[in-house]
């Protein structure tokens, strides 16, 4: 298996399947925030924090940018885009199944007037 779903990378769902990570990126969505900031407002010590954004940020899920002895991070749109347009792939495969369950119900419903 290569590890990759059409358009989406096995990896980014596995990193955003920890709780502490995707409370970190609930926190970015609100902006970007140094890694005290997001300890502080987790409840997690620093280097646990540090960790996690390890995590996220070796696949793609953050950037960091460095001012002077802070380091800041702030959500990358590529994976979420990424996200987003493999959930809606499975859009037009789910009403094309309902569209089919409404036909035959409709057909049941014709034979059982007759």
Same mark, same amino acid.
């Given at each position: ?7 989406v ?6 990193? /955003? ?9 609930? /926190? ?11 300890? #502080? +407002? ?5 280097p646990q ?7 996220l940020?070796d696949?793609g899920?953050?950037?960091? +940018?460095a ?5 800041i ?5 590529e994976p979420?885009?990424?996200? #987003? ?5 499975f +859009?037009s495969v ?16 014709k034979?059982?007037?007759s």
């Open positions: 298996m290569s590890g990759k779903t059409p358009g990378n096995v990896t980014i769902l596995s990193a /955003l399947s920890e709780s502490n990570r995707m409370h970190i990126v609930e /926190l970015l969505r609100q902006g970007p925030l140094t890694v005290g900031e997001i300890a #502080d +407002q987790l409840g997690l010590r620093q924090t540090s960790k996690h954004l390890k995590v940020s696949n899920i953050v950037e960091v +940018q001012e002077a002895n802070r380091r991070y702030k959500l990358r749109p979420f885009q990424a996200l #987003d347009s493999w959930i809606k792939s +859009q789910m009403e094309e199944r309902f569209d089919n369950l409404d036909e035959y119900l409709k057909e049941l419903q034979k059982e007037k």
